[in-house]
T-cell receptor, first 113, second 112 residues
């Protein structure tokens, strides 16, 4: 079956530091890959996505590249802000599985001023 | 895009009782998904609800515990039955449109 593995948190950073959250996946088909963000007290929001190999998703300064050869979709941001403090979830959806989402365990990021 | 409204947003319930969570979508969708997010954990799919047919449950979830209704293409309910403290979680409704998933704000359930 499909699975997503992402680095455990919490990750604590200072403002303007570089952020990387690793995500690898296992899928039987050709999944789409996503990063979702959950800010404190809020629901899940789509941060970015990539639907095929070598696609790069980007939003709000965050980037992730769909790497089929390493089955990875690592999330990066060059300079984090306090407002980036949240829980980040890597996920995949597989058309063969009816577009159900499979989530990683989530990574809590805390950015300190 | 899709806007999803969930009710209630939170509730505190006595063990042994049941709670029904409502999910309303602003557009017609074939499939609706119900997820559970236990404290400090990731999201786990409970079931997929198709309009006009019985819901499909994931391993570890059963209809008697989590009955689902899907009366039309914009609405679904999830009932958490005979609750115990272990059912304390956030329950989220989700839909998929053009390959993107949208989520409701969630229902934060505490069972005491």
């Amino acid at each position: 079956g499909n699975s997503v593995t992402q680095m455990e948190g919490p990750v604590t950073l200072s403002e303007e530091a570089f952020l990387t959250i690793n995500c690898t996946y296992t899928a039987t088909g050709y999944p789409s890959l996503f990063w979702y963000v959950q800010y404190p007290g809020e629901g899940l929001q789509l941060l970015l996505k990539a639907t095929k190999a070598d696609d790069k998703g980007s939003n709000k300064g965050f980037e992730a590249t769909y790497r089929k050869e390493t089955t990875s979709f690592h999330l990066e941001k060059g300079s984090v802000q306090v407002s980036d403090s949240a829980v980040y979830f890597c996920a995949l959806s597989d058309l063969a599985a009816g577009n159900k989402l499979t989530f990683g365990g989530g990574t809590r990021v805390l950015v300190k001023p | 895009s899709a806007v999803i409204s969930q009710k209630p947003s939170r509730d505190i319930c006595q063990r042994g009782t049941s709670l029904t969570i409502q999910c309303q979508v602003d557009s017609q969708v074939t499939m609706m998904f119900w997820y559970r997010q236990q404290p400090g954990q990731s999201l786990t799919l409970i079931a997929t609800a198709n309009q006009g047919s019985e819901a499909t449950y994931e391993s570890g979830f059963v209809i008697d515990k989590f009955p689902i209704s899907r009366p039309n293409l914009t609405f679904s309910t999830l009932t958490v039955s005979n609750m115990s403290p272990e059912d304390s979680s956030i329950y989220l409704c989700s839909v998929s449109l053009t390959g993107e998933a949208f989520f409701g704000q969630g229902t934060r359930l505490t069972v005491v």
